[in-house]
Structures are given as C-alpha cells and as structure tokens.
C-alpha cells in the first residue's frame, strides 16, 4: 500500500510499529536516529513518516523543522512521550501533520496512519508552487490562474521540478527520471529543454523560477 518511515530509538517500540504498520500491508523502513533519513528521503519514495522526538541524533521536531525548510513535504506523525499542550503545540508548530502519545494504542495508530494518507491522497493532487499551480490528474499547469501550454515532455520536466522543490536534481537524475531508456540521453538533451521550459514558464527571466547549479544540475527555488 504505502511506504512508511519509522524513527524510533526504542527498539521494541520500532518492532511493534514495523509489525502493526505491515499487518496493515504498509512497507516500512526503519531507523534509530535521523543521521541516514535525508538519503532515504531522496532515495526512496516515502509517503508518511513515523518521528520520535527524543533521539540520541537530536530533537525529532527540530530535525523535521530543517527538512521542511529544505523542501522535503512528506507527512509526519510525531509519536511522543512528550504529552503537555505545549509540547503538542510545538510538534505541529514544527512541520507535524498529526501527533500521537506515548504510551499508544495500536488500534488508534492504525486509523491515525489510515486517515491521514487518505487525506494526504486527495490533496495532493493539487501542487503549488509560488504562483504555479500543478494538477496532477490532467497534468496541466498554471501560473496565475492561466493554463501554460506545455509539450509532454516539458510537463513530465515541469513535474519533477514541482514535487522536489528546493532540491538539487542532477543532469543524470532529469535524464533518468523524465527520459527514461529514450535513445535521446545526453547532457546537452536537458540543457536544451530546460532552456525551453523556461522560455514558457518565465518568458521576462524575473522569475527565475529554475536556478543552475553550475557543474552540478538544477533546482526550483522556494525563494
């Protein structure tokens, strides 16, 4: 069903989690601490993570605050022994979509996961970006509320963009992830169509809504 990352430094607390999450046919990752979760996030496609807040690599909320800043949007459930309203409060202050008490009922678990990647699901069909707005289900863009006329090709480019906001993506990885196994593979093939896109999506240049990392790729800047 979904992939769902777990850091939880008690090991039987993150066993339990790992076996009532998969009876639920979830596959999970498991973690410790935070120090490998920004490579699994880049690596791997996670749709909700599980996040104790005290762990020997740092405050769980702080951790999800600074991902948050880089662009990563992935759902977060806080599971905590930190149980005051306030420290509710700073959980969700800090990126938290939901928070959970220790000690927990696993059945509360269960629904808590199931909700929100329901709700997460259904809304995520909308995307915005500054002043664009993608719909994933026609794939159409719109800056301003008026629709960007785009070739395929400059969607799918457009796309990957949109959902790793802030995020340095490498020639290779637009090649792989927007071309695929075309025969058409080579550095100067991304170059031209981001060249392209821009002309479309930023025909003045002030926007610069893609910035060239040069000797390394390109990112969609949050600001």
Known sequence: MYTILIVEDEEDILDLLEYTLSSDGHECICCLDTLHVDKI??????????????LPSGEGSIFIKEIRKKGYNTPVIYLSAKDSSQNILEGFDRGGDDYITKPFDTLE??????????????????????????????KAFFI???????????KKLLAIFIKNQNIL?????????????????????????????????DPSGKKEYIKTIRG????LCIT
């Open 41 to 54: 996030l880049d690596e791997e496609k996670i749709d909700l993570i599980l996040m104790d807040r005290n």
């Open 109 to 138: 678990l269960k629904a808590r996961v199931k909700a929100l990647l329901k709700r997460v699901n259904k809304t995520q069909d909308v995307i915005k970006y500054r002043d664009i707005t993608y719909h994933q289900i026609n």
């Open 144 to 154: 301003d509320g008026i629709e960007v006329k785009l070739t395929s090709l400059e």
């Open 169 to 201: 993506l490498s020639r290779d990885t637009l090649l792989q992830e927007v071309w695929g196994n075309s025969y058409d593979k080579q550095s100067k093939t991304v170059n031209v169509a981001i060249k392209r896109l821009k002309e479309k999506i």
């Open 216 to 219: 390394e790729g390109y990112m």
